[in-house]
């Protein structure tokens, strides 16, 4: 892990939904991942990965990727695809150094589960589209697949996964998802954010007068509304106003009249598999993050203990107040450490589950130990 450097505060000249919800949760995190030299910083965990693989073949059997392959070989398919897909994106993700840790896919948590999920969804799609034997008059109906769409303004770009466009102004937006799509009985809000854009970048590129918008789940209910087209007009028309805003802070980060971490937003949601978290001054002065076993915390080291095979670090919280302390094998034990020293952890054990894999860095007046 390296610190990356600020980039330049360029304009943000356009956005897509994805992009907009990150700008959304946090303007620092979305404005970041839109500059191309940082993602070599980021860490890119296994089950981010089969995600993408899951997506992709989704939206591949539903536009009929797999539909000239006899049933009995089907599965067999799928499942080469799976592994290669996998594979394509462990090789891609040099500095996903979580994936890289667990080797070769099969080996990823959740690696079979995710993939029994995924053909049960995808052999359904297949079925249907075998037994649909209306497929031959659908000669008034236009199926775009993954076509970009783009407001007039050029300002929002998205490609739906699939759009059914029928004549007389009737569409059918249609979005794949592997995660869990319902809170409660009602669609996610974020979700229905994207709903609204796409519908909205649906009306901005064709003569629709009404939208019906389907989100499809790996497992579970799909879901379905009849879009109030108004609504999405309202809702696509606040993104420039985002846009505008970000854009004033970025100009007033060129000028020096602000700093980067004044357009951090943070919160538990957004920060915890944020990958700029280690250069982000605003979460660590602001959160200790709780992540399961695994700990991030910033503070001023109250003491420093060796016995002969551990290494334990008193802290107190910069954030919180807290006291913590994080243990290591001795190994690792780094002899600048003193008390009064600000140090910053990151995804390190709790105590009683020292850490085996830690790495010291020093950024600043900071020392930085961090785990995969
Ligand atoms: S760590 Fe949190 S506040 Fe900082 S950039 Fe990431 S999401 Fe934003």
Redesign the pocket.
């Known amino acids: 892990m390296k610190i990356p450097e600020w980039p330049h505060p360029s304009r943000l000249e356009k956005t897509s939904p994805a992009g907009f919800e990150s700008l959304l949760?946090?303007p620092?995190?979305g404005f970041?991942d839109t500059v191309p030299s940082l993602p070599a910083h980021r860490v890119t965990h296994p089950k981010a990965l089969i995600g993408i693989v899951c997506h992709d073949m989704l939206r591949r059997a539903s536009v009929g990727a797999y539909d000239h392959i006899d049933p009995s070989e089907i599965k067999q398919v799928l499942r080469e695809q799976f592994h290669q897909k996998c594979q394509h994106l462990l090789l891609s993700s040099v500095n996903a150094s979580q994936s890289q840790r667990y080797g070769s896919p099969e080996n990823w948590p959740g690696y079979n589960i995710r993939y029994y999920r995924l053909q049960a969804s995808a052999l359904q799609t297949f079925e249907r589209r075998s037994t649909n034997t209306n497929r031959s008059d659908m000669s008034n109906v236009d199926i775009l697949a993954e076509r970009e769409l783009k407001s007039s303004n050029g300002r929002l770009v998205g490609r739906p996964d699939r759009m059914i466009y029928r004549e007389h102004g009737d569409a059918i937006i249609e979005d794949y998802k592997t995660g869990e799509i319902y809170d409660g009985n009602e669609l996610r809000a974020h979700i229905r954010r994207q709903m609204l854009l796409y519908t909205f970048l649906c009306v901005e590129s064709f003569d629709v007068h009404n939208v019906t918008f389907r989100v499809i789940p790996m497992n579970g209910v799909v879901y379905e509304e009849n879009v109030d087209l108004a609504e999405a007009v309202r809702f696509g028309d606040s993104v420039f106003d985002t846009l505008d805003s970000i854009n004033t802070s970025l100009l007033e980060i060129s000028r020096g009249e602000k700093l980067f971490n004044e357009l951090?937003?943070?919160?538990a949601e957004?920060?915890a598999f944020?990958p700029?978290?280690n250069r982000?001054d605003?979460?660590w002065s602001s959160m200790t993050t709780s992540n399961g076993s695994f700990l991030d915390v910033e503070g001023r080291i109250d003491s420093v203990s060796s016995s002969s095979h551990y290494t334990e670090i008193r802290l107190t919280s910069t954030s919180s107040g807290q006291s913590f302390v994080i243990s290591a094998p001795i190994t690792f034990y780094d002899s600048h450490l003193e008390p009064s020293q600000r140090i910053r952890c990151i995804q390190l054990r709790k105590v009683g589950e020292s850490s085996t894999d830690i790495f010291t860095e020093v950024y600043e007046d900071t020392t930085i130990w961090w785990s995969l």
């Not at 951090?264 to 919160?267: F, N």
Request: proline share 6%; glycine share 0%; hydrophobic share 20%.
């Open positions: 949760s946090c620092l995190k970041l951090a937003q943070p919160s957004s920060c944020c700029y978290r982000c605003t979460y």
